[in-house]
């Protein structure tokens, strides 16, 4: 399983100023090979390579090393290359619209650009870490930069020492320097659960687990609409200060959300782990694009993390070798888990459940998630069960999609 781990770079006036014109350097370098495998229809890494290398050397003042980086790519920050890449992927997948929108011929017919800022990966070559000091030397346009100081949790130390590998890119955020780097960590073998956890996910209630464990989004939907009131002040007055607000405004909304997804994922994992049991939660996949809502409740549907809390539980799960799993989320706070009768009319209103069949009644989300924990029972004897598959006899189990008949 790959992770990664952002330490936080303590460099000296001096140093940040290396930094930024080494990514200025490399981003415009980039943005030069970019520009050249347009023009040429160039696609391939080493043809690239061949025709701009020499340019990069004498033009951008970059070694071999980085000239190489340049025209190589990364993920989420793609050089060139898989940049391009990217964009056909999207453009054969619709996500830039039809052949006739604007935005499709715009990424058609202009090369690819890179931010002066943008992040810029270094390979081992290229930076080296001194754990014990807890310093870094790395390439600069100014020569080999030594001694450079950072700072991190104990925990993520030892997971920098232990696992990193491969690449780690340099950022610079709101004039903060960062380097993230990619830790490869073994699987764990998945244990059998003697039970499972179910986990109903909501934007009142971001979780409810089948425990009666209820975790509110009332103090998140507070911040967010605090959020977007001062979001519409700022972008009322158009001012160059008010978009740089806006951008920190932004990211600052993002980790807030991010952090309260990491700290309930936690604790569940936490409790799975403790009490032998597994995590099963509702594939939720396309349900944006399956809901109707009115104008007033679209920007709270946007703004739901349910993705990013159900990819923290699966990888923490992984991590820590708790059994993890997916069901259809279909009817799950419909359906009454003591007879099976599923009306529309067991749930007379968003918060209360009550069966017209055998009078069960109590929180809606809470007999969600029992409904959740009853269907992952069955889809774990059914993937578990000895019979002719192409999933692994080990290591397969970690999560999978299956449809229960409600």
């Known amino acids: 399983m790959k992770l990664v781990v952002q330490v936080k770079l303590l460099p000296t006036p001096e140093q940040a100023s290396a930094l930024e014109a080494t990514l200025r350097a490399c981003n415009r370098a980039a943005t030069y090979a970019s520009t050249v495998a347009f023009a040429k229809g160039l696609k391939d890494r080493n043809r690239l390579q061949k025709d701009v290398y020499a340019d990069l050397k004498a033009t951008f003042g970059l070694s071999a090393q980085p000239a190489v980086r340049a025209v190589r790519a990364v993920r989420a920050v793609k050089k060139v290359v898989d940049a391009y890449a990217t964009l056909k992927a999207n453009l054969q997948a619709g996500n830039l619209g039809p052949p006739t929108s604007r935005r499709y011929r715009t990424a058609v017919s202009t090369p690819i650009s890179f931010r002066p800022g943008a992040a810029q990966p270094f390979d081992d070559r290229c930076l080296s870490w001194q754990y014990d000091a807890r310093t870094v030397s790395l390439w600069t346009v100014d020569g080999r930069m030594k001694g450079l100081g950072f700072v991190s949790a104990t925990d993520q130390l ?90 920190r405004r932004a990211y600052k909304e993002r980790r807030h959300a991010t952090h309260v997804n990491h700290r309930i994922s936690k604790e569940i994992v936490s409790v799975a782990q403790r009490t032998g049991r597994g995590i099963a939660v509702e594939a939720l996949g396309g349900i944006r694009e399956r809901v109707r809502l009115r104008r007033d409740q679209r920007g709270t549907l946007s703004s ?52 017209r069949r055998c009078g069960l009644a109590g929180p809606a989300d809470h007999v969600a998630g029992v409904n959740v924990r009853n269907r992952a029972r069955s889809a774990w004897v059914f993937v578990t069960a000895p019979a002719p598959s192409p999933w692994p006899s080990s290591g397969g189990r970690w999560m999978r999609s299956v449809t229960i008949p409600s």
């Open 158 to 247: 030892k997971t920098l020492v232990r696992y990193r590998k491969g690449e780690s890119d340099l950022v610079c955020r709101g004039g903060k320097w960062f380097l993230i780097a990619t830790c490869d960590i073994p699987d764990l073998d998945p244990y059998d659960p003697v039970d499972f956890i179910g986990v109903d996910r909501g934007i009142v209630n971001l979780a409810t687990t089948s425990d009666g464990t209820n975790y509110q989004g009332r103090r998140l939907s507070r911040y967010r609409h605090w959020q977007a009131r001062k979001r519409a002040e700022l972008q009322a007055r158009r001012t160059r200060s008010a978009t740089r607000r806006l951008a």
């Open 304 to 355: 739901w993390p349910f993705h990013q809390l159900g990819q923290h539980l699966a990888y923490k799960a992984r991590r820590t070798g708790v059994p993890f799993i997916e069901v259809d989320a279909a009817y799950t706070s419909q359906r009454c888990p003591r007879c099976g009768h599923t009306a529309r009319a067991n749930r007379p209103t968003r918060d209360h459940f009550s069966c």
